[in-house]
């Protein structure tokens, strides 16, 4: 699986944004997706993730009721909306998967497929 994140931008406080990953590859429907953000200086952080069935998705204390993940299977593409936007969501953006039996993780290294990221700065 090959992913390709798009989307970033400057954005003010309080506003939002949509970030794309798009996959290619069969087994993108199969894959447990997840989005993971990193800031400078920083470890890279789990945002959310959403299993290949859409049934189950968790997200970060942080982000959750702001930021809402999706996929489109058909399309081989996985969503990240932001709304609400903090200066402390400024970080670089990836998108993640794997196609596992196993329960999802929101650990960083449980994931074998990467995009190369977007950024994404909230200032004003």
């Known amino acids: 699986v090959q992913l390709q994140a798009s989307g970033g931008g400057l954005v003010q406080p309080g506003g939002s944004l949509r970030l794309s990953c798009a996959a290619s590859?069969?087994?993108?429907?199969?894959?447990?997706v997840a989005w993971f953000r990193q800031a400078p200086g920083k470890a890279r952080e789990f945002v959310a993730y959403?299993?290949?069935?859409?049934?189950?998705?968790r997200y970060a204390d942080v982000v959750r009721g702001r930021f809402a993940i999706s996929r489109d299977n058909a399309e081989n593409t996985v969503y990240l909306q932001m709304n609400s936007l903090k200066h402390d969501d400024s970080a670089v953006y990836y998108c993640?998967?794997?196609?596992?039996?196993?329960?999802?993780?929101?650990?960083?290294?449980?994931?074998?497929?990467w995009g190369q990221g977007t950024q994404v700065t909230v200032s004003s």
């Open positions: 590859g069969r087994t993108f429907s199969s894959a447990t």
């Open positions: 959403m299993t290949s069935s859409g049934q189950s998705t």
């Open positions: 993640a998967a794997k196609t596992s039996t196993t329960v999802a993780s929101t650990s960083a290294g449980w994931y074998r497929y």
